[in-house]
């Protein structure tokens, strides 16, 4: 995968910022529940992941670890944390701060 490291690369130095391979909606990710993470196959026969914890951070690029390539992912970030936070509240009630 030379050739697209390559291409990626000039384009990012002519740009001068993240150029994204693809942009990806959330809903087309697999996501692994034992790994909290994202996953979407990437054109090198690896995969672009994300992981549960950077998208509620508000981060939206997913990295292949075996070449240069990221894609965007497209998701509502607001929504997305505010999900998260409920399913969360939910699994450990205990957690839930009570008014004094
Ligand atoms: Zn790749």
Do not use: W
Request: with cysteine.
């Amino acid at each position: 995968m030379i050739e697209i490291d390559r291409e990626y690369f000039l384009v990012k130095a002519h740009k001068g910022m993240t150029v994204y391979h693809d942009e990806v909606e959330i809903e087309d990710f697999e996501y692994d529940e034992d790994e909290d993470t994202y996953f979407f196959p990437c054109p090198c026969g690896d995969q672009f992941q994300i992981s549960k914890q950077d998208l509620i951070d508000g981060e939206e690029d997913a990295t292949c670890p075996s070449c240069s390539l990221v894609v965007r992912v497209i998701y509502d970030k607001t929504a997305f944390a505010a999900k998260q936070e409920e399913i969360e509240n939910t699994k450990n009630p205990k957690l839930i701060k009570e008014k004094a």
